[in-house]
């Protein structure tokens, strides 16, 4: 069935250092893509998405390309602050199914000043 | 605009107990899912509602776990009895009705701490 696999984290990144987080998915047909964010608690919210392939979905700074070729959506970031010390989530959705949204297990980001 | 509401935020219950989650979502927003996340896990969808239909309920453990949407607006998610491995938040969330709308709209979860 349709999948989402992540890195494992948690990640903890100096202040203003690159961050990558690798998302690859296993679907059929032609998902769309996202990542979502959720601050310590609070709900699941959307930071970007992409909707076909070779779309770029970006927001504050961070920037993700649908590649089908190589079934991956990774999350990037050129400089990354303390407040994006968050769980980030990939995830997949379909459009058959009643728009199915299934996610991958998430990563932890520690960003320290 | 208001944002998806649930209650209670946090709820602490013995096994075999029984519980029960209530949800608000955005206002005209015709499509409302429930979902559980365990420690450790992304949220695993358990029922999707459009208006006050259900579309997806394939995981959802039918003999502990059930829901409605009344008048297609609120919708509760109920447990009876509850087990040691329903301790998770779960997650309301609603999208718009149109079928473009890719975004879900997310609730701040109930914790459910069954002991």
């Known amino acids: 069935g349709d999948s989402v696999t992540q890195m494992e984290g948690p990640v903890t990144l100096s202040e203003e250092a690159f961050l990558t987080i690798n998302c690859t998915y296993t679907a059929t047909g032609y998902p769309s893509l996202f990542w979502y964010v959720q601050y310590p608690g609070e709900g699941l919210q959307l930071l970007l998405k992409a909707t076909k392939a070779d779309d770029k979905g970006s927001n504050k700074g961070f920037e993700a390309t649908y590649r089908k070729e190589t079934t991956s959506f990774h999350l990037e970031k050129g400089s990354v602050q303390v407040s994006d010390s968050a769980v980030y989530f990939c995830?997949?959705?379909?459009?058959?199914?009643?728009?199915?949204?299934?996610f991958g297990a998430g990563t932890r980001l520690f960003v320290k000043a | 605009e208001a944002g998806v509401a649930q209650s209670p935020r946090y709820k602490i219950i013995e096994k075999r107990q029984s519980v029960a989650f209530w949800c608000n979502p955005i206002s005209g927003h015709a499509t409302l899912y429930w979902y559980q996340q365990i420690l450790g896990q992304g949220p695993k969808l358990l029922i999707q509602f459009q208006n006050n239909g259900v579309v997806d309920d394939s995981q959802l453990p039918k003999d502990r776990f059930s829901a409605e949407r009344l008048k297609g607006v609120d919708s509760t998610l109920k447990i009876q009895p509850a087990k040691l491995e329903d301790s998770a938040v779960y997650l309301c969330?609603?999208?718009?009705?149109?079928?473009?709308?890719?975004?879900?709209?997310f609730g701040p979860g109930t914790r459910l701490t069954v002991t």
């Open positions: 995830a997949l959705r379909k459009g058959t199914g009643g728009f199915k949204t299934i």
């Open positions: 969330a609603s999208t718009p009705p149109l079928l473009t709308s890719y975004e879900q709209y």
